[in-house]
């Protein structure tokens, strides 16, 4: 999903009806939304556990429609319905609860996410008497509390372990994914890593759409391609370009793939990387300076075959190390398996050449004489010729085993 950081936002537009029901919009803050839907689906009086369970499990489940534009993304110009065959309930201009209304101003900027997802997690809920369905009980949520389980425990109860609260999530005016102007060759940046990846993971379920690799944010040769053969299968202007209809036809099918908007989803695992020194990353650490080493080593790889493929995980094991040491042995420098500042910064040096290169010269992989060092090692600013790998091509470079999966996306800031 394009959307890197899931954030808040401050108005949320309902369509007073089914999707396809000709009906008016109401736009209202999100706030005075969730008030609204919890005084409608809860009771008053329950205890104030089940209240926060409840009101959690709301916000969370209308925050992943506003995510995954689940109906924008069809064309619809509202954000969610109120009928609850779809979604939750909302009655336009009814009396709020005083019991609800302090615990929402409380915790609206709270949602339940799986732990190492980032969408908010699509809660689904049902009253637990006369439906009844795989996510939580309203009843039983009721009588959890009753018996002294605090809303944490209420949640996983019914959503797994493996859920997580995030608190004081962003607030901004709601934001189209979409960059704003088409992306065609030539471009580079967040959004056209967005759309590789996007590509990428469609292309699993559609296997006539090309792979692209490296995600390396350029928009480059190979991705025009992926993007007309996209075009071709689901009937868009086959241009090479992703104007708004092709963006938002990738939306819609990399949520729908990845049921992004069920309680049961394959998970989205964007990540935004800092490409700051951060000091001393070495062997057992893990996060996100990690997966910005990682990704710089990745890249530089595809242009020198004396650095082994490593994979973008956020863990520094054996690879990792043996990458940086590939590095540090072709640039000259301290051969210590970890990346001090100065095999950092020389790192950074090459990864950012290599991109503007890359994009300069405007076609996937320079290449003519091989060269195994670095331009960074040679203290040389000038421009030189990289030589070509068969890492450069579909595939991807490595072996492919059971339980491994595409990238997920690393988004550069």
Partial sequence: MPVVVPYIPTNITVHLGTPRQSAPNV???FSDYIKNVASSEIYPTWEPAAIRANVL??????LNRVYTQFYRSQGY?????????YDQKFIRDRNIFESVSVIVDDIFDNYIRRIGFVEPLSAKFCNGTTTTCDGLSQWGSQELAQRGYDSVRILRNYY????????DAPIQDPQ?????T??????????????????NRISQDYPAIPKIWPTAAVFDANTETAVRRFQQIFNLTVDGIVGKATWYKMVYLYNGINDLSELVSEGQRFYRVNFQYPGTVSRGQRGEAVSALQYMLSLVGEFYNVIPPVQVDGVFGADTEAAVRAFQRAAGLNETGAAGEETWVTLYRVFASLENEYLRNEIRFPGAQSQSTPAAAQGSQDTVDYGTTTRMRQYQGRELSLGQSDMQGVTMV
């Fill in 77 to 85: 110009d509202f954000d969610i319905t109120n009928t609850t065959a």
């Fill in 182 to 199: 088409p992306l065609r060759r030539g471009d580079y940046g967040e959004y056209v890593l967005v759309v590789q990846v996007m590509i």
């Fill in 160 to 167: 797994g372990q493996d859920i997580e609260i995030v608190t």
């Fill in 27 to 29: 736009t209202v803050s």
């Fill in 57 to 62: 499990a709301q916000i969370s489940f209308a």
């Fill in 176 to 180: 189209d994914s979409y960059p704003g």
